[in-house]
C-alpha cells in the first residue's frame, strides 16, 4: 500500500529530522522502501540490529551508507572509533562535520532505530543529526519514540508520522484482502475487522491470510500481542508441517541462509524452503541484493522464537543456538558466536570467547559491546572466571574508571590461585602481577618485583609478552635504571607490533623518546615520537588515555623544534586524552601530566602547567611512592617558580567529560545522570567551562572547544 501522503507530507515539511515511530507491523520500513525509491535527492540506507548498539559500530554503518555521495564521511569512517564520552566527543562531531559540507542534497534513512537505544548511541546520533544542512533530510523509524525526537521537537527541528498516520481505512484494508486472495469477505465483515484491528496494518494482513484459508468469519480481537499471535497461529496451522517446523527452527537466526540453515537446522533443503516461504508472503526479506541472506519480519520473528520453545522445549532451543555459535565461529563470525553461546545458557564457551575477543574489541573502540556481554552474563559467571575478571579489570583501568576499577581489583585479588588448574595458574599469577605492577598501589619496589614476575613467566608466544616486557622497563624507569628500561622497550615494540597491540607501542616509543631527549638526542627523539603518533593514527585509538603520554611528548618534541601549530593540536589532543589518566595508571598519569606542563611552559603558558603540577600532586596524595616520578614533579614545581604567570587555567578532567554534552540538548539534570552526578555539580562544572573559555553559551563554548580541538578531529 502506497504511503504517498505521508512521504509527500514529510519531505515537504523541510524538517531536518523525520521521525516514523510505531509498534511492529504498521508498515514502518515499507514506507522508508517506498520513499527511497522516488527520492531524487541521494540517499543511503542504515538497518541497524541489535549488535549495533555501540557507537564505535553505529556511526562507521552512517559513515559508510553516506561515502558514495560524501567524499568526507568517507574519509573519516576509519577514524570514528570511541569509547563513551569520546564517541561524543570526537566520533559524532567528525561524522557531523562530514556530512553537514556533503556537496548534495541527501536523504539518510535509519532502520530499527529502537535497537541501538543505549544512551551512548542516542546522544551521538543527536550530534549528528544537528548539523544536518537545508534540504537534506534523516529519516529514522523506530518501534517507540526516541528521547532525543523530543528534544529536537523543542526546536522545530523534527517531523512526526506516528501509527495514527499509518492505520489502514476501509478501503485499504479491501485492497490488502483482494491482494492476498480474500475476496469473500462483505464489507459488514470487513468492516469489524478494520474496528477490532485498529486500522493495524499487520494485523488486517494476517486476517486475510485467514480468510483466504478458512470458510469461517474472521475474528480479531484487538491490535495488541495477543491478537498478532493469534493470527500468526493461525497462519502457521495452516501450513506444512515441514515449513512450519522451518520457520521456527530458523528463527533463532538474526539473518538467515541456505547455508547457516542447512547446518543449523542439520537439513539440506534450505534453499528450497526459504523459496516456498517467500512465495506463502510470510514475512521473509531479502538483506543484500543477491537475494543470499534473508531476516524475517521483527515481530513475526518473536512469535516464531514464542512458538518454538512452546512447542518444542528450552532444551531444542538451546540445542540450536549452540549449532549457530559453532557455526559462527567456524566462519569468523565470533561476536555473533558470542551472542549464540549466552543464549544458548553456555556460559563456560561465552566467556572463554569473550576473554579472547577483549582485547581485539578494546583496540577497535567497541567497549560498550564487550560491557553488554559481560552484564548478560553476570557477576556470578565473572567471578567464577579469572580471565574475565582479568579482562574486566584492565578495562576498568585502561579507560580511568576508578570506581570500577578499585572493584574488580579487589575481585582480582580474592581468586585463589591455588584452586586453579596447574596448567593455568602462573599464567594467571602472570596476568595478576601485571595488573598490581601497573595500578602501583603498594609503591613502585613491590610494582617493580611484579613486573618481574610478569617478565620471567610470560612466554615468548603470549600476547601479554609486550606488555610484560613494557612494564618490566617501566619498573626500571621508577628505579632509575634507563638502560634496563630502554632495551625492554625496543624489545617489546616489535613483539607488540607483530601481535597486533598498538597499546604497547603507543606508550613505548615516547619513553624512548623521552630517553633521547635526557641525552640531548632530539632528532632521535622526534623519530620515536613520530612513530607513537603513527601508531595512534593507524590503529585509530585516538582519546584512549593510553594515548596521553605519546601525544605530550609529540608535542613537546614540535614546540622544540619550532613547529608551534603542530605542536598545539598535538597538546590539545593530549588534554583531551588526560581526561582517562588516573591513579588506577598513577605513574602513566603523573608523567602525562608532567610532560604537557613542560608543553605549556614552553608556550609561555604557567597557569595551564601549574593547573597541571596541581593535579600530578592529587594523584600523588593517593600513589605517594612512585620512585623517580616523584623527583619529575619536583622538578617541574621549581621551574614553575621562577616562571612569569601568564595564560589560562585549562578545562579539567571532569570539564571535559562534560564539554561534549553541550552539543546535545539535554538538560543539566540529564547531563548529571549520564555523568552520575549531581545537578549542582553538573551546574559549577558548567559555569566554569564558560569562565575559562570566555563564553556565555552552551553553543558559543562548542564553537570555541572546536576551535581549540577539544571537541572533534
Excluded at 536523504?107 to 544537528?130: K, N, R
Excluded at 566467556?351 to 556481554?373: D, I, N, P
Excluded at 618485583?449 to 618490566?472: C, G, I, K, T, V
Excluded at 549520564?674 to 563564553?695: A, C, E, H, P, W
Aim: hydrophobic letters at 45%; a negative charge.
Amino acid at each position: 500500500m502506497s504511503r504517498s501522503r505521508q512521504i509527500r507530507e514529510a519531505r515537504d515539511s523541510g524538517a531536518r529530522v523525520v521521525s516514523v515511530a510505531a509498534p511492529a507491523g504498521y508498515g514502518k520500513s515499507t514506507m522508508l522502501s517506498e520513499w527511497a525509491a522516488t527520492e531524487s535527492r541521494r540517499v543511503a540506507w542504515v538497518s541497524v540490529d541489535r549488535t549495533d548498539d555501540d557507537p564505535a559500530l553505529l556511526l562507521p554503518l552512517i559513515a559508510a551508507a553516506c561515502s558514495p555521495f560524501s567524499p568526507l564521511a568517507a574519509a573519516v569512517m576509519a577514524d570514528m572509533r570511541g569509547i563513551g564520552a569520546g564517541a561524543l566527543g570526537r566520533s559524532a562531531p567528525m561524522l557531523a562535520a562530514a556530512l553537514a559540507s556533503t556537496p548534495v542534497s541527501f536523504v539518510l534513512f535509519i532502520d530499527d532505530v529502537h535497537l541501538v537505544g543505549s544512551e551512548e548511541c542516542q546522544d551521538a546520533l543527536e550530534v549528528v543529526l544537528a548539523r544536518i544542512a537545508t534540504g537534506s533530510q534523516v529519516v529514522l523509524a523506530s518501534r517507540q519514540e526516541s528521547p532525543l525526537i523530543a528534544r529536537l521537537r523543542g526546536t522545530g527541528d523534527a517531523w512526526d508520522v506516528s501509527a495514527t498516520d499509518l492505520v489502514f481505512d476501509r478501503a485499504e484494508a479491501r485492497a490488502v484482502f483482494e491482494a492476498a486472495g480474500a475476496t469473500d469477505v462483505d464489507d459488514d465483515e470487513l468492516a469489524e475487522v478494520v474496528i477490532r484491528c485498529e486500522g493495524w496494518p499487520t494485523g488486517l494482513f494476517l486476517c486475510a491470510l485467514v480468510a483466504r484459508s478458512s470458510t469461517g468469519p474472521v475474528s480479531a480481537a484487538g491490535s495488541d500481542r495477543y491478537v498478532a499471535d493469534y493470527l500468526y497461529r493461525e497462519c502457521l496451522s495452516r501450513l506444512p508441517k515441514d515449513l512450519a517446523a522451518f520457520l521456527r527452527r530458523s528463527s533463532i537466526l538474526d539473518q538467515l541462509s541456505p547455508e547457516i540453515c542447512n547446518s543449523v537446522l542439520e537439513i539440506d533443503t534450505a534453499r528450497t524452503l526459504i523459496h516456498r516461504v517467500e512465495a506463502a508472503n510470510l514475512f521473509l526479506a531479502p538483506t543484500d541484493r543477491n537475494r543470499a541472506w534473508f531476516r524475517f519480519h521483527a515481530l513475526f520473528r518473536e512469535f516464531l522464537l514464542a512458538e518454538l520453545e512452546r512447542v518444542e522445549g528450552a532444551a531444542a532451543v538451546a540445542e540450536l543456538h549452540r549449532r549457530a555459535a559453532t557455526w559462527h565461529e567456524a566462519h569468523q563470525v565470533p561476536a555473533h558466536a558470542v551472542e549464540h553461546w549466552i543464549r544458548a545458557g553456555e556460559y563456560e564457551r561465552a566467556s572463554g570467547l569473550v576473554a579472547e575477543l577483549g582485547l581485539g574489541m578494546y583496540g577497535e573502540g567497541q567497549v560498550a559491546t564487550v560491557r553488554r556481554w559481560l552484564h548478560e552474563l553476570g557477576d556470578d559467571v565473572l567471578l567464577a572466571h579469572p580471565a574475565l575478571v582479568i579482562s574486566m579489570t584492565w578495562t576498568a583501568i585502561l579507560l580511568g574508571e576508578v570506581r570500577s576499577g578499585k572493584r574488580w581489583a579487589r575481585a582480582l585479588d580474592d581468586v585463589r590461585a591455588e584452586e586453579l588448574p596447574e596448567t593455568d595458574r602462573v599464567m594467571f599469577e602472570s596476568a595478576r602481577a601485571m595488573v598490581r605492577s601497573a595500578m602501583c598501589e603498594h609503591g613502585y619496589h613491590r610494582a617493580a618485583a611484579d613486573a618481574a614476575f610478569a617478565f620471567e613467566h610470560e612466554p615468548a608466544n603470549s600476547p601479554w609478552r609486550d606488555q610484560a616486557l613494557h612494564l618490566y622497563g617501566m619498573a626500571a624507569l621508577l628505579r632509575g635504571d634507563e638502560q634496563t628500561a630502554r632495551v625492554s622497550f625496543e624489545e617489546a615494540i616489535p613483539l607488540a607490533t607483530v601481535m597486533g597491540n598498538p597499546d604497547t607501542v603507543i606508550l613505548s616509543e615516547p619513553e624512548l623518546a623521552l630517553i633521547a631527549i635526557d641525552e640531548g638526542r632530539w632528532a632521535d627523539a622526534a623519530d620515536h615520537a613520530r612513530r607513537g603518533i603513527d601508531a595512534i593514527d593507524a590503529s585509530h585509538m585516538e582519546g584512549y588515555p593510553t594515548t596521553a603520554l605519546a601525544l605530550a611528548v609529540a608535542a613537546r618534541v614540535a614546540v622544540h623544534g619550532g613547529h608551534h601549530p603542530a605542536g598545539q593540536r598535538l597538546l590539545a589532543r593530549g588534554m583531551r586524552a588526560r581526561v582517562g589518566c588516573t591513579h588506577l595508571l598513577p605513574y602513566l598519569s603523573v608523567r602525562v601530566r608532567v610532560q604537557l606542563a613542560k608543553v605549556h611552559l614552553m608556550l609561555g603558558d604557567r597557569a595551564g602547567a601549574a593547573h597541571l603540577l596541581r593535579e600530578c600532586d592529587d594523584i600523588l596524595r593517593i600513589r605517594p611512592d612512585l620512585g623517580t616520578t616523584g623527583a619529575l614533579v619536583e622538578e617541574l614545581r621549581l621551574g614553575l617558580a621562577i616562571a612569569p604567570m601568564t595564560g589560562a587555567v585549562p578545562l579539567t578532567p571532569a570539564e571535559l567529560r562534560l564539554l561534549p554534552y553541550l552539543q546535545t540538548h539535554l538538560t543539566i539534570a540529564e547531563i548529571g545522570k549520564r555523568l552520575f552526578v549531581s545537578r549542582n555539580t553538573v551546574s559549577s562544572q558548567l559555569g566554569s567551562i564558560y569562565r575559562k573559555l570566555s563564553v556565555t553559551s552552551r553553543s558559543q563554548a562548542v564553537e570555541r572547544a572546536v576551535a581549540l580541538g577539544l571537541l572533534g578531529e
